[in-house]
């Protein structure tokens, strides 16, 4: 009899975390993604801002999975599945093929969504691939270069403004990393513009920045940001965003011509594909064992799914897709091994955090609510420590150690693609 | 009497050279690139062969002169030059301008030149930005993703057979970077093709590689291709490059979904800007002082300009525009202080050296021809040394280090633009 065919869709954490946990199975592991790389996201908001490179948070999945010689890699692109015939339907560049599966494992992620205003996104690019965070790198640092050759003053504010729609931990992270920026390694470096005047502008909906954390540490949060000069706007629903700025709170108009959407995601189109029931937000319910109720051989995990616990919905955070990635893999390996099913998926929270600007962090633990500088250290080592690969993580620790101390940016580079010689 | 003003087009090696000898001058110094960054050119290939992150070989321009308080940058694009009114006009994002000049110093460098024949761009591209490089590296790694996901193996060789167009340092680097990848780093990584079956072609018209070199080390770097698996074909003149390969060498077809111009390039129009004389590649002529004759307040450097020593025309590398840079600035900063005019130029020739693959370079000064593993290394610490900032040196050489312990690559990074989620 041929070995079963496990293909998990997404390179992501839940993914990857599913694959591992199949790697000493006898079956053949299909891992599918459009990209070649695992992209560690949680630091995505480093390279929009120039202290890392893509290739700091980015590992190669062949790279990952070299030794697994029980698991094939494709970069591919799935258009659909056909679950009554367990076939998958896949479109790389050269023409569209089926591949059929005998367990199929959908870890693929989110979008941004524009709650239905599709018109912002050129105006206001979000943050989600290495692509996504060269372009809003490249913005960034094209808005105080268009600044200094700017010789009408007038036009400053609104080219050294910077709004950022969504205070949660991205809208937060980016927010503190340009405030910081612009007061240290931008300070000397513009003759005809101060940096130091730019407007860091974050907008919620919201009544509160982090709404996920508990109130005490959003209100430390909220403090910190001020402190670093960042102008923050509660209750502010966007109504607009063109290539002028942002039209929000009752008609208020902020000028601005760096918009970045760090506000929703919605799920990648899974529940199309499997046509089956989803919440609101588009996420498939699963089962306890995290499959798909009536088909044992379909796992879904991660952002895409809805996981309900002491009923609540988990969160779309690395740690929950990780734990489901695990949990998903381990009963195939089980049902593949003729052992009995492992107990229903519990997701065990190791603590949520944020970090604002250099040398500070929080931290939210079922127990435990802290912030500040020690926090921050931590969370520089979690990071480092959870990178896919040694050489990233070498990488990004000295590359962390002198920005820390040089106040320095590594990768304050526009790539402008389509470009010539200089000139 | 307001301070003369100094303009500076290109912040390549011969403006930043120049910019440089007039740091202590009582001058406004406005230096003037399209992209906001010095990029060091010579490492390029290994961008393009995922060794290296482009922001580790490209500085900020500010960073570099951030010290330097008598100059401004501007990121912008030069259109023409009105020489009767000494005005230079730039284009940038939002309009165009005109900035006066008191001393012009022109330093462009070359675009591509297809020789004619433009319809090859698209499935060649080259290799000259930062942006050029991330597209060639996307193309090599595409290939073997492509190859990997092809389920009929008789598509395989026109996938896994790389052409580099042009046998000068830059093809003789680039093969030997990917004949070396697929031996060492891709080794285990996939699980249907073997990257060990890849073919690497270096096609040229000439009748040697290294044409600019001597005879022996040229010899010497042959064997060298030829022992690493490199197919070396000589006196082949490209008649067609389109999708499915190379034609050249009297109708001689090579299938092949990756060729990548390493050939001829072409000045940037400086030539045209000033009406002026040039030679049949496009350099402009100047005098003894490196200024454009009849208007000494003109200065073209680098690959833009036509500079004869000892009846030959110098080469258009790094050295030769920075010690152009130098003289251009020194001419200039004398002339401010009212001081006598230096010498006329001369070019000290310091040395030509390739390498090919790990631990394999060549040198050739007027004294010695060399090759081998210690001139490698020579060539490693000059490179590293010559970086704009120390915390590239720093980068670099830890890169280096480690992907010659591993055997693997950093940046094995295929970043598509307009990507979406991951699945």
Redesign the interface.
């Known amino acids: 009899m041929a070995e079963p065919r496990v293909i998990i869709?997404?390179?992501?954490f839940g993914?990857l975390s599913a694959a591992k946990a199949l790697r000493h199975s006898p079956a053949q592991i299909i891992l599918?993604?459009?990209?070649?790389?695992h992209?560690f996201q949680p630091l995505l908001y480093q390279v929009a801002t120039s202290v890392l490179?893509?290739?700091?948070i980015?590992a190669?999945l062949?790279?990952i999975l070299?030794?697994q010689?029980n698991?094939?890699?494709?970069?591919?692109?799935?258009t659909g599945v056909d679950v009554a015939r367990k076939c998958l339907r896949v479109r790389?560049?050269?023409h569209e093929?089926a591949l059929t599966y005998d367990d199929l494992v959908l870890s693929?992620?989110?979008?941004f969504s524009y709650f239905g205003h599709d018109a912002f996104a050129p105006f206001a690019p979000g943050l989600?691939?290495?692509?996504?965070a060269?372009?809003v790198r490249n913005r960034i640092?094209?808005a105080f270069?268009?600044a200094?050759?700017?010789?009408n003053p007038g036009q400053h504010p609104e080219l050294l403004t910077f709004v950022l729609v969504g205070a949660g931990p991205t809208g937060v992270e980016m927010a503190g990393a340009i405030a910081e920026m612009v007061r240290t390694t931008?300070k000397?470096?513009?003759?005809?513009i101060d940096p130091a005047t730019t407007r860091v502008v974050l907008v919620d909906m919201a009544p509160r920045v982090l709404q996920t954390f508990a109130e005490d540490l959003s209100a430390a949060v909220h403090k910190r940001l001020e402190k670093m000069g960042v102008e923050i706007r509660l209750g502010f629903g966007v109504d607009q965003i063109d290539a002028d700025g942002v039209v929000g709170g009752g008609g208020q108009r902020i000028p601005s011509r760096t918009v970045i959407w760090t506000a929703g995601v919605k799920p990648?189109p899974a529940g199309q594909w499997l046509n089956s029931a989803t919440d609101r937000a588009g996420r498939v319910r699963v089962g306890p064992d995290l499959s798909l109720p009536g088909h044992p051989e379909i796992f879904v995990i991660g952002d895409t799914a809805l996981v309900e616990q002491d009923g609540k919905p988990l969160p779309g955070v690395a740690q929950v897709a990780l734990q489901e990635g695990h949990h998903a893999g381990t009963v195939i390996r089980r049902r593949i091994a003729g052992q009995p099913a492992p107990a229903p998926f519990r997701y065990h929270d190791l603590g949520n955090m944020a970090v604002v600007g250099k040398g500070y962090a929080i931290i939210e633990t079922a127990h435990i609510h802290r912030s500040g500088f020690l926090v921050w250290l931590v969370w520089a080592l979690v990071h480092v420590r959870n990178l896919a690969l040694a050489?990233l993580r070498?990488?990004v620790f000295?590359?962390w150690v002198?920005s820390y101390l040089?106040d320095?940016r590594?990768?304050?580079?526009?790539?402008?693609?389509?470009?010539?010689?200089?000139?």
């Open positions: 869709v997404g390179g992501g993914g599918i993604d459009r990209t070649n790389h992209l490179s893509p290739g700091q980015a190669p062949r790279s070299h030794k010689k698991t094939t890699v494709i970069l591919a692109e799935v790389d560049a050269d093929s693929v992620g989110t979008s989600k691939t290495a692509a996504d060269l372009e640092l094209h270069e268009l200094e050759a700017e010789e931008l000397s470096d513009f003759r005809r990648s050489n070498v990488s000295l590359q002198w040089s320095q590594g990768v304050r580079l526009i790539v402008e693609h389509k470009g010539g010689a200089d000139g």
